[in-house]
């Protein structure tokens, strides 16, 4: 399985960007889907998480601002990510599990197994 972000980039304060992470593979078989990000000098951390039954959990920082969603058809999944703010700006990344993950390790790095190479999210003041 390969997963490949796209849609990042330079934006201002209070724009919106969608990020896509297409798989290729049995990318439509994984138990759960999450976009993560780190910023310079920070750990990695969950911003949104999606189970195959389509539950959805989001870092409390990115709520209703960001929305997760999955394009089965297209093995795609995305990050509508509004009203963004300069402290959003990092890497991000999509990242995917066969295994089984309880709500609350949804955002825990280590319970994925397939990770993408990550695109760059930077929004000035």
């Known amino acids: 399985v390969q997963l490949v972000e796209s849609g990042g980039g330079s934006v201002q304060a209070g724009g919106s960007l969608r990020l896509s992470c297409a798989s290729y593979g049995y990318a439509n078989s994984f138990y759960a889907m999450a976009w993560f990000r780190q910023a310079p000098g920070k750990e990695r951390e969950g911003v949104a998480a999606q189970m195959d039954q389509n539950d959805a959990r989001y870092a409390d920082s990115v709520k209703d601002r960001f929305t997760i969603s999955k394009d089965n058809a297209k093995n795609t999944l995305y990050l509508q990510m509004n009203s963004l703010k300069p402290e959003d700006t990092a890497m991000y990344y999509c990242?995917?599990?066969?295994?089984?993950?309880?709500?609350?390790?949804?955002?825990?790095?280590?319970?994925?197994?397939?990770w993408g190479q990550g695109t760059q999210v930077t929004v000035s003041s």
């Open positions: 990242a995917g599990t066969y295994r089984f993950l309880k709500w609350w390790d949804l955002f825990r790095p280590d319970g994925y197994n397939y």
